[in-house]
């Protein structure tokens, strides 16, 4: 189960961000997790949204280069050493974590974690064995 994320490239200037969320927005589309990584002339902007394939169309009309790319999303729980669990999981096997982010929501008494694999359909079987819940699409942008 992969969930996509919309990465978009942008130049680390004042406004750039507000003219992404402000397309989005135009386009009644709902951000559900938001992630920025940054250098010191450029960006990448990873979001979650409620309507993938609209957005990138939106981006890329508004002059964006966008792309998406495959994520796994994840329920875990939110106590301390909930995270070290899942990672413990990943770790015993070789799975590499590339990169990671939190959801700002809930799901029941559980967390989300949204996370980048290297190997992304081993990781989602392993997690699944673990009893590690693997969220649909449907499942985050439902949040």
């Given at each position: 189960m992969m969930v996509?994320?919309?990465a978009i490239f942008?130049?680390?200037r004042s406004g750039r961000l507000a003219e992404v969320t402000g397309i989005l927005a135009q386009a009644n589309i709902n951000i559900r997790?938001?992630?920025v990584?940054?250098?010191a002339d450029f960006g990448i902007l990873r979001v979650i949204v409620d309507q993938p394939e609209k957005a990138v169309r939106a981006l890329k009309e508004g002059?964006?280069?966008v792309s998406i790319t495959p994520v796994v999303a994840i329920?875990?729980?939110?106590r301390p050493g909930g995270l070290w669990g899942v990672l413990k999981t990943l770790e015993s096997i070789g799975l590499?974590?590339?990169?990671m982010y939190a959801v700002i929501t809930r799901s029941g008494n559980n967390a989300v974690v949204v996370f980048r694999f290297d190997e992304p359909e081993r990781a989602?079987?392993?997690l699944q064995e673990a009893g590690i819940r693997v969220l649909s699409s449907q499942d985050v942008y439902g949040l």
């Open positions: 996509e994320q919309v942008i130049e680390n997790a938001i992630f990584a940054d250098t002059g964006f280069t329920e875990m729980p939110d590499n974590v590339e990169y989602v079987r392993v």
